[in-house]
């Protein structure tokens, strides 16, 4: 295929290959059909490499919210401790509250990760049947210490570990079951370069024994309705059956290129991002250490308005995503995932530097 320069960093959804919104011409069939089973069995064995897992993972019809909120319903009775430092990972606290779960959080500021010994202080304090939290917070930039956060859940609690990796699966280590994850989640606009429409999740046994125990699951956020059809190749209702051939496609994309090799050109991206934003004088609005190889946050000197070089930016046929929420004003964000290269980055950063020399 012959590689198109890429002009769309928005930090979701990303930007998608030819080949891959070609696959979505296929054709109509029912989803309980023969020709569905085999297209949804081929896919587990390449989704269980990506969350480097060996136990389920299901495909839902929907995006993450849809499948943040069902995991709380059908694995939360009451009581969820939700780690929050941005936007999203302050989504699983408003889901919980809307659901009237008692839920207690530890607030971060935003730009910062989320301490493990914080989480070990309040698991002293409380029993929890979950934790929630975001791996890559895609409003701040900041990559939180999964690893490091499970291993202090397991070590305090018999909490289940909640996590949404929406922005850093495919983009950055997601080990399932080497961390110790009980559900991890993703929906396939972001790091996965696939078109919306599908949220991608694994469910550790843990969980599906917790769930259990859950008497209302509701009907489309029950996560046993999602493993009883899933072991049957199935899915609780009618898939977004074109999205599915997307990510058929996308996988052996993904696979070809290797995981770790895909972790490797997200890390570089990051440095490059690093390197440029520190020559321009732009800060990371994320704390050093913890930044997202999949989207960067950045804060332009105070001469410098984020609107005006989101605008100038689109005027010149590129997209970056503009500050989130509280931060808009003082922010953009440059979404270098998927399938994202160097030479597109190299592209993004000489027209910024050229709006700024002009202005
Ligand atoms: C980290 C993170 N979590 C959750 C979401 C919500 O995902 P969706 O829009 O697929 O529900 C997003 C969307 O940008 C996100 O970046």
Known sequence: MTPTRIDFFLPGPTWVREDVLQAMTGPMMGHRSAGFKDLYASLVPR?????????????????????????????????????????FSERWHTVCRNLGKDADRIEVPWGRAVDPELVRQALRRKRY??????????????????????????EESDALVLVDTVSSLAGARVEADDWGLDVVLASTQKAMAVPPGLTL????????????????????????RYRDNHLKSSTVTTPALSVFYALDRQLDVILEEGLETRWERHAALQAMTAKWSTAQGFEFASQKGFRSPTVSCLRPP???????????????????????????????????????????????????SGILDVG
């Open 47 to 87: 989704l269980q490499q990506v969350f480097r897992t060996e136990g389920d993972v299901l495909v839902a019809t929907g995006s993450a919210t849809l499948v943040m909120e069902s995991a709380i319903v059908s694995t939360v009775a009451a009581d969820i401790l939700n780690l929050t430092c941005g936007a």
């Open 302 to 352: 105070a001469t410098v308005k984020p609107a005006d070089l989101v605008t100038g930016l689109a005027e010149r046929g590129l997209v970056v995503g503009s500050g989130y929420g509280a931060w808009k004003p003082e922010t953009f964000r440059i979404g270098h995932m998927g399938e994202v290269r160097g030479c597109d980055l190299e592209h993004l950063f000489g027209t910024i």
């Open 201 to 224: 999740f694994s469910l550790s046994q843990r969980a599906a024994k917790q769930a259990a125990g859950i008497a209302k699951r509701g009907f489309y956020t029950d996560f046993l």
């Open 129 to 154: 049947e979950a934790v929630t939290m975001a791996h890559s917070e895609t409003s701040t930039g900041v990559l939180n210490p999964i690893r490091e956060l499970a291993e202090v859940i397991r």
